[in-house]
């Protein structure tokens, strides 16, 4: 298995206030994602990183930033989370090829 | 427009009962198609990487095979433990330095005993 670890696994907040999900890898992959999963929409890219320091939007971006100071490291952060942010999380990492190995999840609840 | 389609959105098997899960994509230069395998509450696991037309993978029960626009997961005499939600993506036309999958939204696969 890929090494990759999420956390927190499980989280429940508040709304409107901040949130922040950790995702560490020991492949020392260049590529990083983050993705959101809710019923009837599959998977879909938040964020992504192709190097330290160097990351960009993907389809469900709003609401939403990411970090990336080390190459083990992807943070995203829910700045101020609303209830429509209530999901699974999922982190992602690519190498050479373009597969992508995932992370066991993080399911947040936004009440 | 990118697009990966995945057909049926469910199917309930009894145990034996062969059967494949389609995979229909549209994209320009086709650069791999993935296959996954996710159990409830967990992440995906991949499972093959086909790369080229008249290409077959196999593991165990499972048989991948692609043609020109779309692809197939074979089945042959499931058991219950088969049972998950199998997703196949490709890379973006544009992937370029980003290596964005577009993703199907899966069959859910229930394998009764």
């Known amino acids: 298995d890929a090494g990759i670890t999420q956390s927190p696994r499980h989280k429940v907040t508040e709304t409107g206030t901040p949130v922040t999900l950790r995702c560490h890898q020991t492949?020392?992959?260049?590529?990083m994602y983050w993705y959101r999963q809710d019923p009837g929409h599959g998977l879909r890219l938040i964020h992504y990183?192709?190097?330290?320091?160097?990351?960009d939007k993907g389809e469900v971006s709003d609401g939403y930033s990411v970090s990336r100071s080390k190459t083990e490291d992807f943070l995203l952060t829910l700045e101020s989370a609303t209830s429509s942010q209530t999901s699974v999380y999922f982190c992602?990492?690519?190498?050479?090829?373009?597969?992508?190995?995932f992370g066991p999840g993080t399911r947040l609840t936004v009440t | 427009e990118d697009q990966v389609t995945q057909s049926p959105e469910a199917l309930r098997l009894q145990e034996g009962e062969s059967s494949s899960l389609n995979c229909s994509y549209t994209?320009?230069?086709?650069?791999?198609l993935f296959w996954y395998r996710q159990d409830p509450g967990k992440g995906p696991e991949f499972l093959f990487t086909?790369?080229?037309?008249?290409e077959e993978k196999e593991k165990e029960r499972l048989k991948a095979t692609l043609t020109k626009k779309e692809s197939f997961l074979h089945i042959t005499a499931p058991k219950p433990e088969d049972s998950a939600t199998y997703l196949c993506?490709?890379?973006?036309?544009?992937?370029?330095?980003?290596?964005?999958?577009?993703w199907g939204l899966g069959t859910s696969l229930a394998v009764n005993p």
């Open positions: 992602a990492i690519s190498g050479g090829s373009y597969e992508q190995y």
């Open positions: 492949e020392n992959h260049r590529y």
């Open positions: 990183s192709y190097g330290v320091k160097d990351t």
């Open positions: 994209v320009s230069g086709l650069r791999g």
């Open positions: 086909l790369y080229s037309a008249g």
């Open positions: 993506a490709v890379p973006s036309s544009n992937a370029g330095n980003n290596r964005k999958l577009i």
